[in-house]
C-alpha cells in the first residue's frame, strides 16, 4: 500500500527554504534600490550639467553637483568631483563610495559617473 507523504511526518523543508531566500532577497532589494534611485538622480544632475557646460563656469557646475548630492544625502565631497575643460569639451567625473549596512557585515558600493560632451 502507498502512502502519502503527510502521513510519513515529512516535512515541506523546500518551502521553508525557498521562503526563506525570497525574504533575504526581498530585504536586499530593501536596502539596495532606494540607494540606486539616488545616484541615478545624482548621474542625472551630472549629465545635465555637462551639457550646459557653455552656459555655466565650473563653479556653477560644482556646487549644483555638490548641492544635489547633499539633498539626495550622498556622501559626496569636492575632492569626489573633477571637472576637466578643453578647448570643446568638457568631462565630469564624480567617484564615491556608499556603504550599505547589512546584520553583520557592511557592502561598500563604489560609484563612478562620467559625463563628456562638446562646449558649444
Keep these: 500500500m502507498?502512502?502519502?507523504?503527510?502521513?510519513?511526518?515529512?516535512?515541506?523543508?523546500?518551502?521553508v527554504v525557498g521562503l526563506l531566500l525570497l525574504l533575504a532577497g526581498l530585504f536586499v532589494a530593501y536596502k539596495m534600490i532606494p540607494v540606486k534611485v539616488?545616484?541615478?538622480?545624482?548621474?542625472q544632475t551630472v549629465t545635465d550639467e555637462a551639457r550646459?557646460?557653455?552656459?555655466?563656469?565650473?563653479?556653477?557646475?560644482?556646487?549644483?553637483?555638490?548641492?544635489?548630492?547633499?539633498?539626495?544625502?550622498?556622501?559626496?565631497?569636492?575632492?569626489?568631483v573633477e571637472i576637466v575643460?578643453?578647448?570643446?569639451?568638457?568631462r565630469i567625473d564624480v567617484k564615491y563610495v556608499i556603504p550599505v549596512q547589512f546584520p553583520?557585515?557592511?557592502y561598500e558600493w563604489n560609484f563612478h559617473h562620467v559625463?563628456?560632451?562638446p562646449i558649444f
Design 2 to 15: 502507498r502512502r502519502n507523504r503527510r502521513e510519513r511526518g515529512e516535512s515541506q523543508f523546500g518551502c
Design 38 to 43: 539616488r545616484t541615478a538622480d545624482l548621474r
Design 52 to 80: 550646459a557646460a557653455g552656459t555655466h563656469n565650473d563653479g556653477h557646475i560644482m556646487k549644483a553637483i555638490l548641492s544635489e548630492a547633499e539633498r539626495l544625502d550622498l556622501p559626496v565631497g569636492k575632492e569626489d
Design 85 to 90: 575643460r578643453r578647448r570643446d569639451t568638457i
Design 104 to 106: 553583520g557585515f557592511t
Design 115 to 117: 559625463a563628456e560632451n
